[in-house]
């Protein structure tokens, strides 16, 4: 009994032996763990630079990064004049916009996509301001109405391109014509400010006034773009026209 009791006893705060488990066990394992991350975490970034040089090279195949490059190459007198020509085309009589390879930011015929990226961002911007205005703001609104204006834009650059290749017409750029396409939303843009600031009523005014200056600005370019070869038809007119006269009731509906 002595024995057994003896036996049986384990003193408190001592620890049991068969409980620390070997030096070289789960310890040391954990000590490898940071090794083991830099390696992953190697792997990953060779990985992801690979992918996106594999896209870089997908998207080289169909636009030029470089001469996308260029449509954001502006000067302030370029941004200056290209307003000018977009708000009052009627002071602007000598300005030819041109569709085609983008020149040096001294050219102020050439189109860019710096004014429409802007123009569209501030758009979307003030239409979030005039939703918070009438306290119906929210995001989902504000994410439907740049959803829906980009998809407005993508709509109408697909239908002129696909008239311009029925036509025949030569040197158009699908660049371009989202660069024109895109110019609606300085008007846009102006138009909900002045809804803003002084109500409906003379936002009515100032959008027929902007949408038909863009008219005009547009009608002057592709005027000189569908007509550049020197081939006249009547198709080509009536072509010309409707792209005109169709950014008024697109103003209409984006207000």
Not at 51 to 73: C, D, H, P, T, W
């Amino acid at each position: 009994l002595a024995r057994t009791r003896s036996s049986m006893q384990n003193p408190q705060g001592q620890p049991n032996a068969g409980m620390n488990g070997p030096p070289g066990g789960a310890g040391s394992s954990g000590q490898n763990m940071p090794g083991m991350d830099n390696a992953f975490a190697q792997m990953g970034l060779s990985y992801g630079q690979k992918m996106m040089s594999q896209g870089a090279g997908s998207i080289e195949k169909y636009v030029s990064v470089s001469s996308l490059r260029r449509y954001f190459n502006v000067d302030h007198s370029f941004v200056l004049a290209r307003l000018l020509a977009i708000l009052c085309p009627f002071l602007s009589k000598n300005a030819r916009p041109q569709m085609g390879e983008p020149g040096s930011g001294k050219d102020t015929n050439r189109a860019d996509l710096y004014i429409p990226t802007m123009a569209w961002a501030t758009y979307v911007l003030l239409v979030g301001f005039s939703l918070g205005s009438q306290k119906n703001f929210t995001p989902d609104a504000l994410g439907r109405s740049a959803t829906a204006s980009l998809l407005l834009v993508a709509i109408e650059v697909i239908a002129q391109k696909g008239a311009i290749m029925v036509l025949n017409v030569p040197g158009v750029k699908l660049t371009d014509l989202v660069a024109f396409s895109g110019y609606k939303f300085v008007g846009l843009a102006v138009n909900t400010l002045v809804s803003v600031l002084f109500g409906s009523s003379l936002a009515t005014i100032v959008m027929l006034y902007t949408s038909g200056m863009l008219a005009m600005f547009i009608f002057r370019t592709f005027k000189e773009v569908v007509f550049s070869d020197g081939a006249r038809s009547t198709t080509r007119s009536y072509f010309v026209l409707v792209v005109a006269a169709i950014q008024v009731p697109i103003a209409f509906f984006m207000t």
